[in-house]
């Protein structure tokens, strides 16, 4: 008690030094509850870095180990066409393209199947299709025929603007394919 009393009187005689104690303990109060609330927000940052690298290397890891998931883009199937005779190969090439085309809702015209050209006897069997297709759609119905399987190559390609002076009408091409047969590795 003796000391309560003691500091009671000191303040009582200097006031300027109890308004002086009193800002300094507000101060240092002040100064422990903002580094106090730093701590804080540091340590929430650093949650949230650990859980942004827990997620990459979560999306990460399953892509690793199964080598399934790695060959994702890699389209299915033979690259050779199949087929027992050139015939049916030759039926084949014409399905894939006649196929392609109406998935880029192309009106197929005209196509035939070249089983006696000049690439016949090194195995490769020549289709021909004439179609009329969008202009914005020719460029993706290439992609799909080059990129897919059987593994397609584009021999001829010619595209015929449409006639007259209407905006918007369908291009008319005549195509050329050409894919290897199975049996003739």
């Known amino acids: 008690m003796m000391n309560k009393q003691r500091i009671e009187a000191l303040l009582a005689r200097f006031p300027l030094a109890a308004v002086i104690s ?3 303990l507000i101060v240092a109060f002040a100064f422990i509850a903002m580094d106090n609330a730093l701590q804080v ?9 650990a859980s942004e690298i827990l997620h990459q290397i979560e999306v990460r890891g399953p892509a690793r180990t199964p080598a399934v998931a790695a060959d994702a883009g890699i389209p299915t199937g033979s690259p050779f066409l199949e087929g027992t005779t050139v015939s049916v190969a030759g039926a084949a090439l014409l399905q894939r393209v006649t196929a392609a085309t109406r998935r880029a809702n192309g009106n197929t015209l005209s196509s035939q199947v070249d089983l006696k050209g ?3 006897k090194t195995g490769f069997v ?3 299709s ?7 759609r020719l460029q993706p119905l290439l992609y799909d025929l080059e990129a897919g399987m059987p593994f397609l190559f584009v021999e001829e390609l010619a595209v015929q603007a449409p006639s007259g002076s209407a905006e918007g009408g369908k291009l008319r091409v005549v ?4 894919a290897q047969r199975q049996g003739s590795r």
Not at 41 to 49: F, H, K, T, Y
Not at 130 to 136: L, M, R, S
């Open 22 to 24: 009193y800002f300094a």
């Open 41 to 49: 927000l540091q340590r929430r940052d650093a949650v949230v870095a």
């Open 118 to 120: 000049p690439m016949s």
């Open 126 to 128: 020549t289709a021909t």
């Open 130 to 136: 004439v179609f009329e297709i969008d202009p914005a």
């Open 175 to 178: 195509l050329g394919v050409s």
